[in-house]
């Protein structure tokens, strides 16, 4: 449970996906298999934190068309990981923001 007013937390994870879930046929697939959300994600007083990962994803290709990520059928849960950004970072504290 993250912490209560005036104390607010935020993070920024980084996704990886398993490189064997995308067509060998995708130009730059090694750097295509990783996201972040490019921003920090706050977390509000007094509220839970899980990270779940849907496995729905895709790419955009260079021509505008969409190419699916193959989740594995029978472990979903092994498509993709969050590698970095699982710290908590204090953005406020009673009442000052702190810059980072």
């Known amino acids: 449970v ?4 005036p104390i607010v937390l935020s ?18 697939r ?19 934190l899980a990270l779940r990962l849907p496995f729905v994803y895709g790419i955009q290709m260079e021509d505008g068309r969409l190419q699916s990520l193959n989740p594995f059928e029978h472990e979903p849960e092994k498509t993709a990981w969050i590698t970095k950004g699982t710290t908590l970072q204090v ?10």
Do not use: H
Not at 11 to 28: G, K, W, Y
């Open 30 to 48: 090694e750097q295509k298999l990783q996201f972040s959300l490019g921003c920090r994600v706050i977390l509000p007083p007094e509220s839970f």
């Open 91 to 100: 953005m406020s504290k009673g009442g000052s923001t702190q810059s980072q």
């Open 11 to 28: 993070t920024c994870p980084v996704i990886q996906f398993e490189a064997s879930c995308l067509p060998p046929s995708v130009p730059d």
């Open 2 to 5: 993250t912490p209560p007013f």
